[in-house]
């Protein structure tokens, strides 16, 4: 085999594994890593790649990844919010309500975005208003911190004269029993649109 | 309003009282010259640091633009009319302003929009009582209404 040929497959081989590091590793560390795609993308991390602690109504301290093994509904708000938190928890009841017992193995989660002022406590109280399957959440500062970076919610305190506000992501996240992201419902959504998205999660 | 409009709305009025469709004695309606205001109700409130929200409908029936310019609560120390809007997803609250009521319209104070905000109260909302509001108008004057409290979790009176 003349030299030239070599050399010609020397080349075309080193290429090929060169291309087939790069591919891989944009697959598994780069750009195109499942968890990286999922960290950067605006959509709410799968709860088996969430980090982060709260403290229910009751006061114990839950990991993220003990929601695994039930669907979970998610929205975050406060109780300091006369109008979207309290509609959005009676519209949440009004779903809960509509799928009868098919409810009984899911996890519904209230998080505050307010933690300075919904204490466990204040939590306990406001959510007896509503469904019993939703769970009210409190933590410190950065625990809520935390639970927002990975359902990509944003918030920020707007101080209005001697007290505050605030502003916060409305929707409703809806995850399957493994703990993926199955959708949100935004707010204004009706109960028609709602109720089959919950479903779509409780049968997967 | 011309004397045949006026018999009409007497005889259509009559008629939806006879077959109970409206009850003569709606504590939650009233009525300034043009200016109407009605299906009032607000929220329960958790003791008195958390505001409460009110909702209710207000429609022209006159010839102009009217402006509803202040409110006033029996049972806080402030109330204004805020509104909710929604970007990207994130939920903000303020102060509307003064709302306007073009002729012949209705505007809808409802959960998820406008809403009347009730701050500093001086006594818990609890459901089942009434308190009065009073809406002043630029053109119609002020307006009281009675405002029944529903439940906390209640997204409007029962239809």
Redesign the interface.
């Given at each position: 085999m003349p030299t030239w040929k070599l050399l010609l497959i020397g080349c075309g081989l080193a290429l090929a594994i060169s291309t087939s590091l790069l591919f891989g590793w944009w697959q598994v560390d780069g750009p195109g890593a499942p968890e990286r795609k999922a960290r950067e993308s605006k959509l709410p991390l799968p709860i088996g790649q969430m980090d982060f602690a709260l403290t229910d109504h009751k006061g114990n301290r839950v990991q993220a990844t003990d929601w695994l093994g039930e669907p979970l509904l998610v929205f975050f708000g406060f109780t300091y919010c006369p109008d979207i938190c309290p509609t959005t928890l009676a519209d949440i009841t009004g779903w809960l309500e509509s799928l009868g017992d098919d409810t009984k193995h899911i996890n519904v989660a209230f998080i505050t975005v307010d933690p300075e002022r919904d204490t466990a406590e204040a939590m306990a109280v406001y959510i007896e208003n509503f469904h019993p399957a939703i769970a009210g959440y409190t933590g410190s500062s950065q625990d809520i911190a935390d639970a927002a970076a990975g359902f990509k919610v944003k918030y920020e305190r707007i101080v209005t004269g001697q007290t505050y506000t605030m502003n916060h992501t409305a929707g409703v996240f809806v995850y399957d029993a493994e703990g993926r992201f199955v959708s949100i419902i935004d707010f204004h959504e009706s109960r028609e649109n709602a109720v089959p998205k919950i479903r779509r999660a409780l049968e997967r | 309003m011309s004397s045949i409009k006026f018999l009409g709305a007497v005889i259509s009025l009559t008629f939806l009282m006879a077959v109970g469709f409206i009850s003569p004695a709606v504590p939650d309606t009233a009525r300034n010259d043009e200016v109407i205001v009605e299906a009032a109700w607000a929220?329960a409130s958790?003791g008195t640091?958390?505001?409460?929200?009110a909702y209710l409908t207000i429609r022209n029936e006159g010839d102009e633009t009217d402006v509803l310019t202040s409110l006033k609560a029996s049972v806080s120390e402030v109330a204004e009319v805020?509104a909710?809007t929604?970007t990207?997803?994130?939920?903000?609250?303020?102060p509307a302003g003064a709302v306007k009521l073009p002729a012949g319209h209705e505007v809808v104070l409802k959960?998820?929009g406008l809403?009347v905000?009730?701050?500093n109260l001086k006594q818990p909302l609890k459901e089942g009582e009434k308190f009065t509001l009073t809406l002043t108008f630029k053109g119609a004057g002020p307006i009281d209404v009675s405002v029944p409290v529903l439940?906390?979790?209640?997204?409007g009176p029962v239809q």
């Open positions: - | 929220r958790i640091s958390r505001p409460s929200a805020h909710m929604m990207d997803g994130v939920a903000r609250m303020g959960p998820g809403h905000m009730l701050m439940g906390i979790g209640a997204s």
